[in-house]
């Protein structure tokens, strides 16, 4: 059931997947352009995508004949694939255009927050912990992405470009050893 060890990995490995800190960059840009950012809404339309595909996310996978184990390494090769770009400061993946989207859903909760990698690691981390850990692992996350969109203004002003980069880099590290334990873990 509730296991505190698991909950806190859960909130460690989503944190370093959702990376709010490292899009603190975009997210600081679109306050400029918009001038203000929706807070409350991101963090729900987050949620939203987050705990569907946490309870629906498997059903999806066995529509389509996948197995959790081959979706997990699938995942872990994302994650390493996010944590790459993370240190080596390229862009791997896309970024797609927030268009004249609202600011609070489109880029913000997905796929900032909720996207592709996040939906990948919350079905990779199914097939390793428990479904309330996870569950309580997104909560928390909730939480400190609700604080840092909430003060993103404060914390550019207190890590400065050389600090949101430093912490970049740490969390991409974290993401690489993840991902090369869940390859082992599921092979």
């Known amino acids: 059931m509730l296991n505190f060890k698991e ?12 990376d709010v800190v490292g899009s603190l960059p975009v997210i600081i840009d679109l306050r400029k352009k918009t001038g203000k950012i ?45 944590g790459l770009e993370m240190i080596l400061g390229r862009n791997i993946f896309k970024a797609d255009d927030h268009g004249a989207g609202a600011t609070h859903i489109v880029p913000i909760a997905f796929p900032l927050i909720a996207g592709a990698g996040t939906m990948t690691t919350i079905l990779s981390l199914k097939a390793e912990y428990a479904t309330a850990n996870i569950l309580i692992g997104i909560l928390i996350n909730l939480v400190l992405i609700y604080a840092v969109l909430k003060s993103s203004a404060w914390i550019e002003n207190r890590l400065g470009p050389g600090g949101i980069n430093i912490l970049r880099k740490v969390f991409g590290i974290i993401l690489l050893a993840i991902s090369i334990k869940l390859i082992k873990n599921n092979f």
């Not at 909950?7 to 959702?18: A, E, G, H, M």
């Not at 991101?42 to 959790?68: H, P």
């Not at 979706?71 to 390493?80: K, S």
């Open 7 to 18: 909950i806190i990995s859960v909130t460690l490995i989503l944190f370093s997947v959702i």
């Open 38 to 82: 929706e807070s409350e809404k991101a963090t729900l339309a987050s949620a939203l995508l987050m705990v569907a595909f946490l309870f629906v996310g498997e059903s999806i996978l066995k529509l389509f004949g996948v197995d959790v184990s081959s979706f997990a390494v699938a995942g872990a090769l994302i994650i390493f694939l996010l």
